[in-house]
C-alpha cells in the first residue's frame, strides 16, 4: 500500500539495517517522536490493554485533523507510539484509517501482528483507529 | 558429543546470532528422538485406543498406555490420570473432587506464591459453592510464612501448593508442608510443573494426595501432563468431563464408569502425545538428573550473583533444591525492552508477570525479566549472556 510521505521515508531507512539490535536502538530513538500526554491523566479509559508495560494515549480530531498523545514506561514502546505519531499526527481523520498496521512488521520492528493480548503494537494500533472513529 | 546435539532448534540462529535458550520455565526444547517418535506415531501406528481390534489400534493403544507405565514407574505412583497439562491437572481436582467433597463454608489453603492455574480454578469453585480461600503469605526472603501456613490449616479441607516457584525458584519446603497438612486433617495438591524437570519425586514417598505437572517442562511434547492421585483420594472423586472411553456403559436411563484413570479421560486422549513424552522419558531416564540439577543450580547462583553486581534486582535466593530460575529488574530499563534487546542478540528469556500476579503484587512489581536454565544449558552461554546484559546496560541505562 502507498504510505505517506514521512512513514515512506522511515520504512525505506528501516530497510537499509539487517541488524535487530540497530533496529530496536532506531526505534528506541523514536520514543522522542511522541506528542507527550503526561501521566497525570493517565487512567484505565487511556491504558492500551494487552501491552506488559503501561501504555497510555489520546487522540484529538480537531477540524478533521488527528492529534495523538501518548506515552509509556517501556521505551521501545513508546518508539512504536513515536512510529504511528509520525504516520498519523496532521493528517485527516479520512486518510488515516486507510492505514493498515503492517508496515511495523514491514520494517522488521515485529516478528507477528496477530491480535494476541501480548502484542501491544496490534493494541496500540487498534485503539488508535478505534477511537478517531468515535471522535471523527 | 555434547547434550545439546540431541536438540535439534538449539542449532539454529536467531537474529544473525546463535540462539541461547533461556525461557525453559515457560517449556523446554525436544530432544530429536521425541520428534521422532511422535513422526513415526502418525506415520506408522496413528488410530484411536482402546476399543477397535486391528493392529493399528493396538498400537496405538499400547502407546498410550506405556505412557502411563512410564509416568507410573518414574514416580512410583498407583494413578496417574492423563491431562492436559498442569492446569488441566489441576482443574480435574477442583471439579473432579472438589465439588464432590467441598461444601459452602469449607476453607481451602492456597499461598501467594501460587500460579494463576492453581489460583483461578479454585476462585471458579469458591464463586460456585461458597468456599473459603486462605492465603499463605510470602516473607521478603521469599518463604513461605509457616506460621500462617499452620494458623489456615485450622478446619481446612485442601491445601494446594506450589513445590517450586515459577517466579521465584524457591522450592517450598513441601515435605513439611504435606506432614502439616495431613496432620489437621486436610489434603494436599502439589503444583509440581517447575519441580518435576529437575527432581525425580517418589510420589508414594511424597506422601501428597495429588501432583500435577506438564509434559512439556520435561522434553516432552505440549498438551499432555498427569495428575498422580492417592487411592484413596481416587476414590473420592467424580468425572467431571462426560464422553467416550470413560464409561462402562450407557443407557438412555444413565450411565456407568470406569473404575480406573479413562474415568477421567473422556474422549480420544492424547495419544501422539504421550507417545512422544514416553520419548522424553526414555531420553531423561540416560541423564543424570541431580548432578544436572546441581550444574544448572550453581549456573543461575553465579549469574544471579554478576545481575547484583551489575545493579540488577534478583529476586530468587537459589538455595540447595531451588530452580534455576533468575528473575530479576533492572532500575532504569524497562524489562521489555531488556527483553527485546536479548533476543535481538539471540538469547530467548521471558518478561512479565509469569502468571503469578498475586505474587508480583506481593514483592511490589508487575514483571521481571527472568532467565531459566535447563539440561542442555552452559556456564559458558551464561558468561555470554552476562556479557550482552553488560553491554545493554551501558548503552541504554
Known amino acids: 500500500m502507498k504510505y505517506p510521505q514521512a512513514l515512506q521515508e522511515l520504512i525505506d531507512e528501516f530497510s537499509f539495517i539487517d541488524d535487530k539490535m540497530e533496529i530496536l536502538e532506531y526505534v528506541y530513538e523514536l520514543s522522542e517522536e511522541v506528542v507527550e500526554f503526561p501521566i497525570a491523566n493517565w487512567s484505565e479509559k487511556t491504558r492500551i490493554i494487552g501491552c506488559q508495560s503501561e501504555a497510555h494515549l489520546e487522540v484529538v480530531v480537531k477540524d478533521g485533523i488527528v492529534e495523538l498523545r501518548c506515552g509509556a514506561d517501556s521505551k521501545i514502546v513508546q518508539g512504536m507510539m513515536g512510529l504511528v505519531t509520525i504516520a498519523i499526527n496532521g493528517r485527516t481523520a479520512e486518510d488515516v484509517l486507510q492505514l493498515k498496521p503492517d508496515f511495523a512488521q514491514e520494517m522488521g520492528i515485529l516478528n507477528s501482528l496477530s491480535p494476541s493480548r501480548s502484542n501491544g503494537f496490534r493494541n496500540l494500533f487498534d485503539k488508535v483507529m478505534l477511537e478517531i472513529r468515535i471522535k471523527q | 558429543m555434547s547434550l545439546k546435539d540431541d536438540f535439534p532448534i538449539l542449532s539454529r540462529e536467531v537474529n544473525g546470532h546463535p540462539l541461547v535458550y533461556l525461557d525453559n520455565a515457560a517449556t523446554t526444547q525436544k530432544p530429536q528422538v521425541v520428534i521422532d517418535a511422535m513422526s513415526q506415531y502418525y506415520s506408522n501406528s496413528n488410530a484411536n485406543v482402546h476399543r477397535a481390534v486391528h493392529t493399528l489400534a493396538g498400537e496405538a493403544t499400547e502407546g498410550y498406555e506405556d505412557c502411563r507405565r ?99 525458584g524457591v522450592r517450598n519446603p513441601v515435605d513439611e508442608l504435606i506432614s502439616l497438612a495431613h496432620k489437621a486433617g486436610a489434603k494436599i495438591l502439589i503444583d509440581a510443573a517447575q519441580a518435576v524437570p529437575h527432581d525425580r519425586i517418589d ?95 550453581n549456573i543461575a547462583k553465579w549469574t544471579a550473583e554478576q545481575l547484583r553486581g551489575l545493579g540488577f534486582t534478583v529476586y530468587g535466593r537459589h538455595q540447595s533444591g531451588d530452580g534455576a530460575v533468575v528473575s530479576f529488574l533492572h532500575p532504569t530499563i524497562h524489562s521489555e525492552d ?46 555470554k549472556f552476562i556479557q550482552i546484559v553488560q553491554y545493554i546496560v551501558e548503552k541504554f541505562a
Not at chain 2, 203 to 224: L, R, V, W, Y
Not at chain 2, 242 to 261: A, P, R
Request: proline share 3%; hydrophobic share 45%; charged share 20%.
Open chain 2, 70 to 168: 512410564w509416568i507410573k514407574s518414574w514416580f512410583n505412583a498407583e494413578k496417574a490420570i492423563l491431562t492436559g497439562g498442569t492446569t488441566e491437572a489441576i482443574n480435574l481436582v477442583a471439579h473432579g473432587w472438589g465439588r464432590a467433597n467441598l461444601q459452602a463454608g469449607d476453607a481451602i489453603v492456597l499461598t501467594e506464591m501460587e500460579h494463576h492455574s492453581d489460583i483461578v480454578p479454585w476462585q471458579i469453585l469458591s464463586e460456585e459453592r461458597g468456599i473459603e480461600i486462605r492465603y499463605v503469605p510470602v516473607l521478603d526472603d521469599f518463604t513461605l510464612d509457616m506460621e500462617a501456613y499452620i494458623a489456615s490449616l485450622e478446619n481446612a479441607k485442601l491445601v494446594c501448593v506450589v513445590h517450586t516457584s515459577n517466579v521465584l
Open chain 2, 203 to 297: 510420589f508414594e514417598q511424597f506422601n501428597a494426595d495429588f501432583m500435577a505437572f506438564s509434559a512439556h517442562k520435561m522434553c516432552g511434547p505440549t498438551g499432555i501432563g498427569a495428575l498422580l492421585v492417592k487411592n484413596d483420594a481416587f476414590e473420592q472423586m467424580q468425572p467431571f468431563m462426560g464422553g467416550g472411553d470413560m464409561i462402562e456403559s450407557v443407557t438412555t436411563s444413565g450411565s456407568t464408569y470406569q473404575k480406573n484413570e479413562h474415568k477421567f479421560e473422556a474422549g480420544t486422549p492424547k495419544i501422539a502425545e504421550a507417545v512422544g513424552w514416553s520419548a522424553a522419558f526414555d531420553w531423561m531416564s540416560k541423564i543424570d538428573l541431580p548432578a544436572h540439577h546441581e550444574r544448572l543450580l
Open chain 2, 338 to 383: 531488556f527483553a527485546r534487546f536479548l533476543d535481538a542478540k539471540g538469547f530467548a528469556v521471558r518478561t512479565g508477570h509469569h502468571c503469578a500476579q498475586p505474587l508480583l503484587n506481593r514483592l511490589g512489581i508487575t514483571g521481571t525479566i527472568r532467565a531459566s536454565f535447563y539440561l542442555y544449558n552452559t556456564q559458558d552461554e551464561a558468561e
